[in-house]
């Protein structure tokens, strides 16, 4: 069983950047692939970005891609998001998700076994 921690979240203005953080429990076959999501009021939990171990697979949503860089330090079991170029659309729970596996390492949520408990992101215009 992968616990999952997020941190990172908060505040800021459109145009800046935020970090976030996600601590896994543990370096197993589990956490092979692991993602962000993000889950604003009223819409359906989507992907934001997802990379495997070795990084040489990534994901990342139309929405994200040129501002959101993935990346984790399999030393430290640490998955990160560098969120720059911030927008209002951006606002939302961000989630932290593995279990997923190489071949299949993207933004469908169907495809984790573990999620962190989440970090708000809030980006005022």
């Known amino acids: 069983q992968v616990r999952l921690v997020e941190s990172g979240g908060g505040s800021v203005q459109a145009g800046g950047s935020l970090g976030l953080s996600c601590a896994a429990s543990?370096?197993?076959?589990?956490?092979?692939?692991m993602a962000w999501f993000r889950q604003a009021p009223g819409n359906r939990r989507g992907g934001v970005a997802a990379?495997?171990?070795?990084?040489?697979?990534?994901y990342y949503a139309d929405s994200v891609k040129g501002r959101f860089t993935i990346s984790r330090d399999n030393a430290k079991n640490t998955l990160y998001l560098q969120m720059n170029d911030l927008t209002p659309g951006d606002t939302a729970k961000y989630y932290c998700?593995?279990?997923?596996?190489?071949?299949?390492?993207?933004?469908?949520?169907?495809?984790?076994?573990?999620w962190g408990q989440g970090t708000q992101v809030t980006v005022s215009s």
């Open positions: 998700a593995a279990g997923g596996i190489y071949w299949t390492c993207g933004g469908n949520d169907y495809s984790y076994s573990y």
């Open positions: 543990e370096n197993t076959d589990d956490t092979d692939c």
């Open positions: 990379v495997t171990r070795g990084g040489d697979r990534t």
